[in-house]
């Protein structure tokens, strides 16, 4: 990852978003937000409505849920990215049977060469159970796969638990 990195981890709604955009500041330049999720359901969709008013207008924001290489590889050394979140990217590459070492390869290498500052918000799933189903495990075994793959590049790594941050690297 760039000079710039910080990766942000924590479980499910632990506040690790909101720590993440708490990192950035309209006034220092450009602020991209490379979204991830895809909304196909209401409950999705109110999610992705919290997250993008919590962020406001100073966003200018990227769909990505497959390509986050190519919106990282358009990012200047005077940007600012939030990249939310490499868990969702992970699950639609899951889902749409991408050969995914290729695209973590992918993503971490376009991550390296970024010259943006960049944030990369991500889940830990790693403290549960091992999940009853394969698809469950395959997920739990990559998802784990890409955070060491991140943390190892990242500059600076942050778990947040409970809306409290932790600093890790």
């Known amino acids: 990852m760039s000079s710039r990195s910080t ?6 709604a632990s506040g690790k978003s909101a720590y993440a955009e708490s990192l950035f500041d309209a006034r220092t330049g450009p602020l991209t937000y490379i979204a991830t999720a895809q909304a ?15 962020r406001g207008p100073t966003w200018h924001t990227v769909e990505a849920p497959l390509d986050a290489a190519a919106a990282l ?16 990217w992970l699950s639609n590459h899951l889902l749409a049977g991408s050969d995914l070492a290729a695209e973590q390869t992918r993503l971490v290498n ?16 790693g403290h549960g159970i ?8 395959q997920f739990r075994e990559a998802q784990g796969r890409l955070n060491i793959a991140l943390a190892a590049s990242a500059d600076h790594v942050v778990q947040v638990i409970a809306g409290l941050p932790q600093v890790l690297k």
């Open 73 to 88: 590889e358009r990012l200047s050394q005077a940007d600012h990215c939030l990249f939310d979140c490499a868990t969702m």
């Open 7 to 12: 990766l942000v981890l924590g479980g499910a």
């Open 40 to 54: 196909y359901d209401a409950e999705m969709e109110a999610k992705i409505r919290i997250h993008t008013d919590r």
């Open 130 to 137: 091992v999940p009853e189903n394969a698809l469950a495990r």
């Open 110 to 125: 376009a991550m390296t060469a970024c010259p943006a500052r960049l944030v990369i918000v991500t889940n830990e799933v």
